[in-house]
Nanobody
Framework: QGQLVESGGGSVQAAGSLRPSCVVS????????VGWFRQVPGREREGVAF???????RYSDSAKGRFTISKDSAKNSLSLQMNSLKPEDTGLYYC??????????????????WGQGTQVTVSS
């Protein structure tokens, strides 16, 4: 049974940066897509960034050019470098994983393993 644990969220002012991380245990994510989702109260969980088994990345339109997803297969971890943050980036950020090889789904229901979330708050 895989466990994902996020850390590194926090509160920053607009234009600032954060780098949440996720450590995966009990699950070797070789052959998997891993990614980050954002949850805002009253709204559907939104895919932000994904990285496939081959390292190919996908980003939401709002994340392109500002966020960078990376993974360290040796450490079974992934990170999301978030730059030029905006108040609309505020939310609970979850890491997630699914055994889908190189292909990355963008909808939450297609992911098998989830972390507990880390809060990111951006003030104007």
């Amino acid at each position: 049974q895989g466990q994902l644990v996020e850390s590194g969220g926090g509160s920053v002012q607009a234009a600032g940066s954060l780098r949440p991380s996720c450590v995966v245990s009990g699950y070797t994510y070789g052959g998997s897509c891993v990614g980050w989702f954002r949850q805002v109260p009253g709204r559907e969980r939104e895919g932000v960034a994904f990285i496939g088994d081959d390292g190919f990345t996908r980003y939401s339109d709002s994340a392109k050019g500002r966020f960078t997803i990376s993974k360290d297969s040796a450490k079974n971890s992934l990170s999301l470098q978030m730059n030029s943050l905006k108040p609309e980036d505020t939310g609970l950020y979850y890491c997630a994983a699914v055994r889908s090889g190189n292909y990355c789904y963008t909808r939450g229901f297609e992911y098998t393993y989830w972390g507990q979330g880390t809060q990111v708050t951006v003030s104007s």
